[in-house]
């Protein structure tokens, strides 16, 4: 699909439109590698962008902003089906809703590690009950009341060497 509305004398070389954007060129040739921007050419086979390569560049930068991949900018795109594009927005809000609880236990643990007044964080009970909290069952496996626990590396005998 070529860019439509627009007119050869308004539309802007590949260096004027990155620079309007911040990006480099480059960024804008991959964008149209990988099917996400269109630019008509020119009689000397130049790129030429206009109002609507604007507007598909500002959407691609949202989209990076909001954490989408240029495979689902891409799909959202492409798609004119509303349900299309909301089975695609729902799997992406399920992994951003993923991605903040991730960063809010991230950032509880910080959190308590800055107002623990133990001298080893790790020994403290309230980063220990976070950290069970967080792993479960693995919390459990390295603590080192654990029955069956591994013995650490350093403490692992070496067979002697074969005598040759």
């Not at 959407?59 to 902003?65: C, E």
């Not at 992406?92 to 991230?106: C, G, K, N």
């Not at 009970?125 to 390295?142: C, D, S």
């Amino acid at each position: 699909m070529k860019s439509s509305g627009d007119d050869s004398a308004s539309a802007m070389s590949i260096g004027a439109l990155a620079a309007r954007f911040g990006l480099a060129p480059h960024v804008l040739r991959h964008w149209e590698s990988v099917g996400l921007l269109h630019p008509v050419r020119d009689a000397g086979g130049r790129r030429r962008y206009g109002a609507d390569d604007l507007t598909r560049v500002a959407t691609i930068l949202i989209g990076k902003a909001a954490g989408l991949g240029l495979d689902t900018i891409r799909s959202l795109s492409a798609t004119a089906e509303r349900a299309t594009r909301h089975e695609i927005l729902r799997a992406e809000a399920d992994q951003l809703r993923s991605r903040v609880a991730a960063a809010r236990a991230s950032l509880e643990l910080i959190e308590c590690g800055l107002n623990c007044e133990c001298e080893d964080v790790t020994q403290c009970p309230n980063y220990r009950r976070l950290i069970a909290e967080q792993v479960g069952a693995q919390a459990r496996e390295f603590s080192p009341a654990a029955p069956g626990r591994a013995a650490p590396e350093s403490s692992r005998r070496t067979p002697p060497a074969a005598a040759g």
